[in-house]
């Protein structure tokens, strides 16, 4: 067996281990897949995110308005079951 003329002489005892290398192919539906994934993970973690917001915003809004309708004093001038007087006079 003559070596190649590209290959360097070998010493003895010395193998060359001949490992096939498959050609790189670029596989457009595994990206199209990963990106719709991904894609769709970011829209379910937007829309968890925008719910619990959107329920702390909600509670908040209703407390506030709770708060402010009992911070109200009122000043009742006459007695409601009375009937005012320019409608006794009738």
């Given at each position: 067996?003559?070596?190649?003329?590209?290959?360097p002489?070998?010493?003895?005892?010395?193998?060359?281990?001949?490992?096939?290398?498959?050609?790189?192919?670029?596989?457009?539906?595994?990206?199209?897949?990963?990106?719709?994934?991904?894609?769709?993970?970011?829209?379910?973690?937007?829309?968890?995110?925008?719910?619990?917001?959107?329920?702390?915003?909600?509670?908040?809004?209703?407390?506030d308005?709770?708060?402010?309708?009992?911070?109200h004093?009122?000043?009742?001038?006459?007695?409601?079951?009375?009937?005012?007087?320019?409608?006794?006079a009738?």
């Amino acid at each position: 067996m003559n070596p190649s003329p590209d290959l360097p002489p070998l010493a003895p005892n010395e193998v060359i281990t001949w490992i096939k290398v498959e050609r790189e192919s670029f596989d457009i539906l595994g990206v199209i897949v990963a990106s719709l994934g991904f894609t769709g993970l970011c829209i379910a973690l937007a829309a968890f995110c925008g719910s619990i917001l959107g329920v702390a915003f909600i509670l908040r809004g209703r407390r506030d308005r709770q708060l402010a309708a009992g911070d109200h004093v009122g000043i009742h001038l006459g007695d409601p079951d009375t009937p005012a007087a320019s409608a006794r006079a009738y």
